[in-house]
């Protein structure tokens, strides 16, 4: 029986740090009202001079190989998680390929948003237990900075998001690195938390670039209440069932790294299952909430600071657009 471990992982932030402070400047909005709502204080937005998604993965995922002691000629597929595409298509996972160099190895775009990187997990899992690839490269990566609407019409969505990538390396093994993923959705919700444009169910007439006097509809929407209520409840599910399954209990988890949405949702799930400081990572508060990035960033960093060691069990669980919510359960 072949299973699959996480061999390294590597995250990229851009430079550019933008503070509340920041924000405050250009949207009616004020530092205590979002760290009192979402708990973060600053977020790192994208140089559009220099900086790419696919560029950005490359710097993660080089890091990632680097931890694994693979080289880049190694890896054989690649899995890339995201919404903010380079380009609306072809996906950013073909840019990857090119730019770390390596000849005509499948690559795969995944678009589930906050789920994606546990989404992108789950598929590349299944390649490596059928025996099919060895070395995966699964990357979640966003630049969001350049899609929100940074007025004040858009705060509820200007002040959460930011940018950033997060590489892992997945790599055959003889013992289970990943136990079980559960993946799930709930299409009702779509609409609830998108970007509309520019999407197939345009009529002709407002798919054309010159023609377009609206253009809110390539903006952010998110209905931010419904959104939480649903997220707290969606979390702490996934969680319990990635438990059951494997005959665990929330005592045993070493540390929960939820999908960093928002951190007074975070402190909900860790009160809900009775988690101590310890067992929960957070970053929200120095990155913001990256959507398929925010898991693999925040795992590099964890790893990083030390808090994660072999052996340990890791609990990784999302919710987002949609809706959609996962979790994968992993011994380090
Ligand atoms: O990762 C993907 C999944 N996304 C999430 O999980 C996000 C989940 N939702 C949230 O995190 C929260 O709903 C938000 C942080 C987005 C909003 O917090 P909230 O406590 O739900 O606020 P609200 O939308 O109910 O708005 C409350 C008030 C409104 O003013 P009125 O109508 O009460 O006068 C908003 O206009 O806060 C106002 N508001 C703001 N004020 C200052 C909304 N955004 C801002 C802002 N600064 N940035």
């Known amino acids: 029986m072949k299973y699959s471990r996480i061999s390294g992982m590597g995250h990229h932030l851009p430079e550019q740090v933008v503070t509340n402070k920041d924000l405050e400047k250009i949207i009616d909005t004020n530092d205590e009202w979002i760290v009192e ?16 998604l696919a560029n950005m993965a490359a710097k993660a995922s080089r890091k990632a ?5 693979l080289k880049t000629q190694d890896i054989d597929f690649i899995v890339f998680a995201t919404i903010t595409p380079d380009y609306f298509f072809p996906g950013s996972g073909v840019l990857l390929q090119r730019e770390l160099g390596l000849e005509s190895i499948g690559a795969l775009d995944i678009r589930n948003a906050c789920s994606g990187f546990i989404y992108a997990l789950s598929v590349a899992d299944q390649y490596i237990k059928s025996g099919m690839y060895n070395n995966i490269l ?9 899609a929100l609407d940074l007025s004040t019409r858009g705060r509820n969505t200007a002040v959460i998001f930011g940018d950033g990538v997060g590489a892992a390396v997945l790599t ?6 990943i136990h079980s993923t559960h993946l799930h959705s709930d299409g009702n919700y779509a609409e609830e938390l998108y970007v509309r444009d520019p999407g197939s169910s345009r009529p002709r007439e407002e798919r054309q670039p010159e023609q377009i006097l609206d253009t809110s509809g390539y903006k952010v929407y998110m209905n931010g209440n419904m959104v939480f209520k649903h997220a707290v409840v ?7 069932e990635a438990l059951e399954t494997n005959g665990k209990a929330a005592d045993d988890i070493d540390l929960l790294i939820p999908h960093q949405a ?14 101590s400081d310890d067992q929960v990572f957070n970053n929200i508060q120095r990155v913001g909430n990256t959507t398929a990035a925010s898991i693999p960033i925040a795992m590099s960093e964890a790893l990083e600071e030390g808090r994660i060691s072999e052996g340990d ?4 669980a999302a919710f987002g657009s949609g809706f959609t919510w996962a979790s994968a359960l992993i011994t380090w």
Do not use: W, Y
């Open 65 to 69: 190989l680097d931890r694994a002691g």
């Open 234 to 240: 969606r979390f702490t599910e996934v969680i319990g």
């Open 138 to 146: 699964v990357i979640g990566g966003e630049i969001q900075s350049t």
């Open 172 to 177: 055959s093994s003889d013992s289970a690195g």
């Open 262 to 275: 928002n951190l007074r949702i975070s402190q909900f799930i860790q009160k809900r299952m009775k988690l």
């Open 37 to 52: 709502r979402t708990g973060i204080h600053t977020r790192r937005f994208i140089d559009p001079e220099k900086d790419t």
């Open 313 to 316: 069990l890791i609990c990784l």
